[in-house]
């Protein structure tokens, strides 16, 4: 299976809500680093890892299948 087979594949409930985790964590992160005030260094890079750690999040969630769902060899 391609990983644009795989990207259009149903999602398992359980990845769809850690997909929704990892966006909201990402959206969190975005929004601490473009604050308009200043900002202490370690608000500003847990900020950096909050979107990092939420786009692997994301994206690792949207591409998981369910075993019966992967077709080998086709």
Known sequence: MNIVKRAKAPTPKF????RNIG???????????????ALPIVISAAGG???V???????VSQLTTT???IHVGK
């Open 49 to 51: 890892y909050l979107v």
């Open 67 to 69: 075993e019966s769902e």
């Open 23 to 37: 966006l909201v964590l990402a959206t969190v992160g975005g929004t601490i680093m473009a604050a308009p005030v």
């Open 53 to 59: 750690a939420g786009g692997v999040l994301s994206a």
């Open 15 to 18: 990845f769809k809500v850690l």
